[in-house]
């Protein structure tokens, strides 16, 4: 079979595709637009035994024999520093760096921002009920994450929209051809120039903020490294809102084609937990697992894949796996248990998911809660969805609702620190200390 996997056109319904896979070539080898081979890994089983397999790793160079090193296609040696983040290094380097940021993620921390949250989701909601319409994903669905790990690292907020710009033209190309990932050069050397001078700015005023207890931590020595910095703060902007605005947008596009689950949901609020975790199972916000190789030849499912060569765990198909999740294809709310595999597993899960969650949580039981007539405005086939391999999320998403009035007593305030955001101070570096009120966890 010849297919885009990473095309709009795929993107809108992948499910069948998979399905197929899974019932016959659950272990799949692909060619990528930029022509080299990758495996697709469809079972739930199989994803899961992939995404702890230590024979799977995210050191290419140490996965690669010296010929394929040699056929690597190019990177501008300013993009070099990227490959330094989490995403991309395996134990020991790994640990070490996660480590420097976890405590920012654990839920007990992450639980002081719920009244930040919601302040931010109402203020949102304000500019948009008077007019009847939105583009849930634009109004919505995109300022809610991109703020909040704005006002964590201590980001100016207003340059949340061109981080986004930035982090998708980067996404996109990773599934492009030569000449198209050469055209996302300028987006990728924007944005890090721009990392570069938030770091020279915390350098010489530091603040109550994440960004201040990173650098800090670089400044200490032996645990972060400059280009670690960078590409730290490269992934948080990155990973810190492109899951959670595919949560919100695919999420409400399920419910919308989902009436009787979302008129359960508006009846019941307190469904919102298991709601968010089945809306995580049903139209995952990431597709795939980020890029691993085989650092030796290794055989899933009677199939095996040569040393070198890239494997890509797909977490939508595992998601819709029968053998794992009764009625797959069905949305259900109350489903459990729900063991779904869209925050990954093993060492590499993710950081942001108890972030991700509340934002998920609150986001949606707000918009349902002030506005419950809420619809589709434009025909489902319509929709058009972003290119990439990683994510699977919508450029647009409009919607259509009776108008309504502003909620009194409701101070607008975008830009600025809500009252539980949590705050850093230099004792909280995560070279040596934590974030305030947090002693005793250990996340």
């Known amino acids: 079979m010849s297919i885009d996997i990473a095309s709009s056109k795929f993107k809108a319904n992948p499910y069948p595709f998979y399905a197929r896979l899974r019932a016959d070539e659950p272990v799949y080898r692909i060619t990528l637009a930029d022509k080299q081979p990758a495996w697709l890994i469809t079972r739930y089983d199989d994803v899961a035994a992939t995404l702890k397999d230590e024979r799977f790793i995210k050191d290419r160079l140490k996965a690669l024999t010296p010929e394929q090193v040699a056929k690597q296609p190019w990177m501008p040696r300013a993009f070099q520093p990227l490959a330094r983040n989490m995403l991309e290094v395996d134990p020991p380097d790994h640990t070490r760096l996660r480590a420097l940021v976890q405590k920012a993620f654990t839920p007990r921390l992450v639980e002081q921002m719920r009244e930040r949250i919601e302040t931010l989701t109402g203020e949102l909601l304000d500019v948009v009920v008077r007019r009847g319409q939105m583009d849930l994903i634009h109004d919505y669905a995109l300022p ?48 890090l120039r721009y990392i570069r001078k938030l770091v020279i700015k915390r350098r010489a005023d530091p603040r109550d903020d994440l960004l201040t207890a990173l650098v800090q931590a670089e400044e200490a020595g032996q645990q972060l490294s400059e280009d670690e910095l960078v590409a730290m703060v490269f992934l948080l902007l990155l990973a810190g809102h492109e899951t959670t605005v595919n949560l919100i947008g695919n999420g409400m596009l399920a419910l919308l084609q989902n009436r009787d689950q979302l008129d359960r949901l508006c009846r019941d609020p307190a469904l919102i937990k298991p709601a968010i975790e089945e809306l995580l199972r049903y139209d995952s916000p990431v597709e795939t697992a980020t890029e691993r190789r085989a650092c030796e030849d290794v055989t899933v499912a009677g199939v095996t894949i040569p040393r070198g060569e ?134």
């Open 144 to 191: 809610v994450p991109t703020t909040i790990i704005a006002e964590m690292l201590g980001v100016p907020v207003k340059d949340r929209h061109k981080f986004h710009r930035w982090s998708s033209a980067i996404l996109m190309a990773s599934a492009s051809s030569w000449w198209g990932t050469m055209k996302i050069i300028p987006h990728g050397l924007a944005f």
């Open 310 to 443: 890239l494997v890509m765990a797909v977490i939508a198909s595992a998601n819709r796996d029968e053998r794992q999740f009764d009625n797959p294809d069905k949305l259900d709310i109350t489903r459990e248990p729900n063991k779904h595999l869209s925050f990954g597993l093993g060492t590499h899960y993710c950081l942001g998911a108890p972030l991700a969650r509340l934002e998920g949580q609150i986001a949606v039981n707000s918009l349902l809660r002030r506005i419950g007539d809420v619809r589709l405005a434009v025909a489902p086939e319509s929709l058009r969805w972003r290119r990439g391999l990683v994510v699977r999320g919508l450029l647009a998403l409009p919607v259509a609702f009776s108008k309504q009035g502003v909620q009194p007593k409701r101070v607008l305030g975008l830009l600025r620190f809500g009252p539980k955001t949590p705050h850093w101070n230099k004792s909280a570096s995560p070279a040596g200390g934590r974030p305030q009120g947090v002693a005793a966890d250990r996340g």
